[in-house]
């Protein structure tokens, strides 16, 4: 329950920055450590996002399952992939190519938690 209230408010907060971030500064303005402070309030608002949808679909699916590490895990390597995308974008690069090994890469490395972990 504790790990719960820490990801949830430390989500929030990188939210918050990150609306703060979008809507005073441009990239020209911000420089590279800006843009570094872009993709992690990104990163830690997308697994806040991932750690309650997995969460929400454990208690549906297994009926009263408290959290575990593991599934911390399981929402850090599917919060990368939005940033992956934003990667791309950045580039020029989105095609479906892009897109389908981003998701390879993702499905990869959730195997890689559900054997290692």
């Known amino acids: 329950m504790k790990h719960k209230r820490i990801v949830s408010s430390i989500s929030i907060i990188g939210l918050a ?3 703060l ?4 500064t441009s990239p020209t ?6 843009v570094l402070l872009f993709f ?3 990163y830690i608002t997308f697994f806040g996002v ?3 949808l997995i969460q929400a679909f454990l208690k549906v699916a297994f009926k009263n399952r408290s959290p575990k590490e593991k599934d911390y895990f399981y929402a850090a390597v599917l919060a990368f992939g ?3 995308l934003l990667l791309s974008c950045s ?3 989105v095609s479906l190519w892009t897109v389908s090994l981003i998701f390879f890469f993702i499905v990869l490395a959730e195997f890689l938690v559900y054997k290692k972990v």
């Not at 971030?21 to 005073?24: H, K, V």
């Not at 303005?29 to 800006?34: H, N, R, Y």
Request: charged fraction near 5%; charge should be negative.
């Open 17 to 19: 920055a990150l609306i």
């Open 21 to 24: 971030m979008l809507n005073f």
């Open 29 to 34: 303005e911000i420089g590279p450590l800006g």
């Open 40 to 42: 992690t309030t990104v």
């Open 50 to 52: 991932f750690s309650f």
């Open 82 to 84: 939005p940033i992956m």
């Open 91 to 93: 580039f020029g690069a």
